[in-house]
Nanobody, 127 residues
Framework: QVQLVESGGGLVQTGGSLRLSCSSS????????IGWFRQAPGKEREFVAA????????DYADSVKGRFTGSRDNAKNTVYLQMNNLKPEDKAVYYC????????????????????WGQGTQVTVSS
C-alpha cells in the first residue's frame, strides 16, 4: 500500500502562486507515475497534470497549461505542482495519485488508471 501525503494548499489571491507537494515513504516511489487531479464542489474529479517516473515527461490539462508545472525529486520522494497565475476557477481540493510505471514514461489522465490516492489539499483562490 503506497501512502501519499499532499501539502501546500491554502488561500491566495487571483494571480498568486502556490506549490503543492506530494510525498511518500514508499521505498520504490521513484518507479511510480504521479498524477494530479482536482475536484471542486459539485463537480467531478478532473485531471490536472501527470509526471512520469523519471520526471522527463509531463502532461497537463489545457486549462492549466502555461500556468502549472509538475516536477519531482526522487531523492526526496516528493512530487511538486507549481501553480502560478491562479484563477478563481482553480479553487478545488487537489489530490495526487500514483500508479506503477513498470519502466514506461507514458502518463495517463484517467483517474481510473491510478491505484493510490492522497487525502487531498484545499486550494482557494479569492477574486
Amino acid at each position: 500500500q503506497v501512502q501519499l501525503v499532499e501539502s501546500g494548499g491554502g488561500l491566495v489571491q487571483t494571480g498568486g502562486s502556490l506549490r503543492l507537494s506530494c510525498s511518500s515513504s514508499e521505498r520504490t516511489f521513484s518507479r511510480y507515475t504521479i498524477g494530479w487531479f482536482r475536484q471542486a464542489p459539485g463537480k467531478e474529479r478532473e485531471f490536472v497534470a501527470a509526471i512520469s517516473w523519471i520526471g522527463g515527461v509531463t502532461d497537463y490539462a489545457d486549462s492549466v497549461k502555461g500556468r502549472f508545472t509538475g516536477s519531482r525529486d526522487n531523492a526526496k520522494n516528493t512530487v511538486y505542482l507549481q501553480m502560478n497565475n491562479l484563477k478563481p476557477e482553480d479553487k478545488a481540493v487537489y489530490y495526487c495519485a500514483a500508479k506503477p510505471a513498470f519502466g514506461s514514461r507514458r502518463t495517463t489522465d484517467s483517474p481510473r488508471d491510478y491505484d493510490y490516492w492522497g487525502q487531498g489539499t484545499q486550494v482557494t483562490v479569492s477574486s
